[in-house]
């Protein structure tokens, strides 16, 4: 499966931005999505994972309350809905899928997109 990442950009302290992560190549109804970011010197850690039903998602502590992760499987797409957005979560942000259970591990993903910048201004 090809993963493509997009939505990002700059956005004020207590904005909001929603990332789409648009998937081709084998049904992607059946893969596991997960959202990651990584910040300049930082590793790459772990945001938000949706199972391939919609049915289960999990969260970062530091996102939980202001993302919600979703995805439309007849539009092969997965969302990352961010509000209150705070500096802190300025990164590249990536979608990853696997064909098995969801997990929150970045190890466990098979493909990965491209990555979609978002900067959060003070």
């Known amino acids: 499966v090809q993963l493509q990442a997009s939505g990002g950009g700059l956005v004020q302290a207590g904005g909001s931005l929603r990332l789409s992560c648009a998937a081709s190549?084998?049904?992607?109804?059946?893969?596991?999505m997960g959202w990651f970011r990584q910040a300049p010197g930082k590793e790459r850690e772990f945001v938000a994972a949706?199972?391939?039903?919609?049915?289960?998602?999990y969260y970062a502590d530091s996102v939980k309350g202001r993302f919600t992760v979703s995805r439309d499987n007849a539009k092969n797409t997965v969302y990352l809905q961010m509000n209150s957005l705070k500096p802190e979560d300025t990164a590249v942000y990536y979608c990853a899928a696997r064909l098995a259970r969801v997990v929150v591990t970045a190890t466990a993903y098979d493909y990965w997109g491209q990555g979609t910048l978002v900067t959060v201004s003070s």
């Open positions: 949706i199972s391939w039903s919609g049915g289960s998602t």
């Open positions: 190549g084998r049904a992607f109804g059946g893969y596991a």
